[in-house]
């Protein structure tokens, strides 16, 4: 970036207090979600919801007319004008398509320290998005928050989440026994995945691998669409 005499300066670090937006990886665009996005996340929701119920309590009872909708949106924005401890993203194509939702939760700025949560649209799982966008969130979180621990926390018989957190390098730390009750009321075990900045160093070569390897998909699909 340059100054205002046009002098090349070395751009600021975002504040700890501070979640940077948007994130960008190789086939994503990871931001706060603004009005016009309504449209676009309330079909989401109701085009999986039967997918989410399985272990998303949020959704037996949210986004269930778009007026749902627009007014979470709204609380989302008034939480980023705080940076308060819960933070949702939408996750999107270059090409504008929503292919899902993260979020920072249970943030505690003081050490600090994150909880991811995540969920895709029906139509765009099994392509590898949700690891490409937990990489990128937890990258932000130790360069640029300075976290000292992210935590991914899920269902035990949440598979397809597990799968993500091993995925991206996480750690099982353990799992509390009898620890919420399912979206079913059935009491439910909960797997506590865990990474710490050490552990994210050892990491990056991994990270980056995978990254050029989404990158290298987005060019051959180019290539063979063009």
Wanted: glycine residues 8%.
């Amino acid at each position: 970036m340059t100054d205002e005499t046009g002098r090349q300066v070395k751009a600021p670090e975002a504040s700890p207090r501070r979640f940077p937006e948007p994130l960008r990886t190789p086939r994503l665009i990871i931001r706060r979600y603004t009005r016009a996005d309504a449209p676009a996340l309330f079909g989401a929701v109701n085009r999986s919801r039967t997918s989410l119920l399985e272990f998303m309590p949020w959704a037996r009872t949210s986004h269930l007319v778009i007026e749902d909708t627009e007014e979470w949106i709204g609380r989302e924005r008034a939480r980023w004008l705080v940076q308060d401890t819960e933070l949702g993203f939408g996750i999107f194509r270059p090409d504008g398509v929503f292919v899902g939702g993260i979020g920072a939760h249970a943030i505690d700025w003081s050490v600090p320290r994150f909880e991811l949560g995540y969920w895709l649209d029906d139509l765009s799982v099994r392509r590898g998005y949700m690891q490409e966008a937990v990489r990128a969130m937890t990258r932000a979180c130790f360069d640029r928050c300075h976290a000292s621990r992210v935590e991914i926390r899920c269902d035990a018989r949440n598979v397809r989440s597990a799968r993500v957190a091993e995925g991206c390098g996480f750690y099982l730390d353990g799992t509390l026994r009898g620890h919420a009750r399912g979206t079913d009321g059935s009491i439910r075990d909960t797997m506590v995945w865990g990474m710490t900045a050490t552990d994210a160093l050892k990491i990056r070569k991994a990270w980056d691998a995978a990254d050029e390897a989404d990158r290298k998909s987005t060019r051959l699909n180019s290539s063979h669409s063009s």
